[in-house]
T-cell receptor, first 114, second 115 residues
Framework: QQQVKQSPQSLIVQKGGISIINCAYE??????FPWYQQFPGKGPALLIA?????SEKKEGRFTISFNKSAKQFSLHIMDSQPGDSATYFC?????????????FGTGTRLTVIP | DTGVSQDPRHKITKRGQNVTFRCDPI?????LYWYRQTLGQGPEFLTY????????KSRLLSDRFSAERPKGSFSTLEIQRTEQGDSAMYLC?????????????FGEGSWLTVV
């Protein structure tokens, strides 16, 4: 059972464009939603995270939008750059239970064309 | 380098052999996790330690898998009698105490290929 559903599976964006990756979850008890970036051959690295008490969080060119009623959240990458080409994973967990209950989406492979 | 380190980075082994991976977490992190990642998938939780205590094991962790974290520092993940289906990247991660406990930091992974 996939706790977190992620789309699209792959995404191609022109340099300077906006990349949008969407995730949906079922468990309304989830209260921590991180995004990880993974380059080939490397482990995932935390990019940005949000808790459901806010609807948006921005860090540089990366923004998470959160819709609690729809149980959806998305990552927006503004002014996408070739160096952003990587696989992005959304995740969700119960913050009080620790990361042993951190559920990942299946990933989105982003390619930014120069 | 104060990140999570894993060793070896790559391992090719014959089916039926045993393999062991080591993880050194970020110092002072009391929680350590093992995940498995196959191509095209997100990481899947395997097991979790708080200090030296193994608190949870996923159903993905068959009897051929064992993990230890003696003295609450480094951890080892051993796979006995490897099978081709064990081929994957094994990721170690660690996290600290308190409200940031869900911020986990991954190592670069140990790739296992079973031939």
């Amino acid at each position: 059972q996939q706790q977190v559903k992620q789309s699209p599976q792959s995404l191609i964006v022109q340099k300077g464009g906006i990349s949008i990756i969407n995730c949906a979850y079922e468990n309304t008890a989830f209260d921590y939603f991180p995004w990880y970036q993974q380059f080939p051959g490397k482990g995932p690295a935390l990019l940005i995270a949000i808790r459901p008490d806010v609807s948006e969080k921005k860090e540089g060119r990366f923004t998470i939008s959160f819709n609690k009623s729809a149980k959806q959240f998305s990552l927006h990458i503004m002014d996408s750059q070739p160096g952003d080409s990587a696989t992005y994973f959304c995740a969700a967990s119960l913050s009080h239970s620790g990361a042993n209950n951190l559920f990942f989406g299946t990933g989105t492979r982003l390619t930014v064309i120069p | 380098d104060t990140g999570v380190s894993q060793d070896p980075r790559h391992k090719i082994t014959k089916r039926g052999q045993n393999v062991t991976f080591r993880c050194d977490p970020i110092s002072e992190h009391n929680r350590l996790y093992w995940y498995r990642q196959t191509l095209g998938q997100g990481p899947e939780f395997l097991t979790y330690f708080q200090n030296e205590a193994q608190l949870e094991k996923s159903r993905l962790l068959s009897d051929r898998f064992s993990a230890e974290r003696p003295k609450g520092s480094f951890s080892t993940l051993e796979i006995q009698r490897t099978e081709q289906g064990d081929s994957a990247m094994y990721l170690c991660a660690s996290s600290g105490r308190g409200s940031s406990g869900n911020t986990i930091y991954f190592g670069e992974g140990s790739w296992l290929t079973v031939v």
